[in-house]
Nanobody, 114 residues
Framework: VQLQASGGGSVQAGGSLNLSCVSSRNIFSLNAVGWYRQVPGKQRELVAWISGGAAAKYADSVKGRFTISRDGAKNTVLLQMNSLKPEDTAVYSC?????????WGQGTQVTVSS
């Protein structure tokens, strides 16, 4: 599975950004797809994840602000990020799981200034 992420950028605190990740495989055929983020010197952390059955999971730090969804027509997983905070600054990467295999897209930088 190939994943192509886009949509990062810079925004002021309180603003919004939308991330997109296009899958080379039918998005609904993936066992799960989601977004992780990483800050230099820290471990990568799960941001949001949606299973094949459409159950979504969010990190506590983004609940109520971020929404993950899938667009079957475009084989895309979307991450809508609202009320962004400086602590959301990180490199965001999309991930797909098929069986026991994990696939990663390239990262996209999100920078939130105060």
């Amino acid at each position: 599975v190939q994943l192509q992420a886009s949509g990062g950028g810079s925004v002021q605190a309180g603003g919004s950004l939308n991330l997109s990740c296009v899958s080379s495989r039918n998005i609904f055929s993936l066992n799960a797809v989601g977004w992780y983020r990483q800050v230099p010197g820290k471990q990568r952390e799960l941001v949001a994840w949606i299973s094949g059955g459409a159950a979504a999971k969010y990190a506590d730090s983004v609940k109520g602000r971020f929404t993950i969804s899938r667009d079957g027509a475009k084989n895309t997983v979307l991450l809508q990020m609202n009320s962004l905070k400086p602590e959301d600054t990180a490199v965001y990467s999309c991930n797909a799981r098929v069986g026991w295999d994990n696939f990663w897209g390239q990262g996209t930088q999100v920078t939130v200034s105060s």
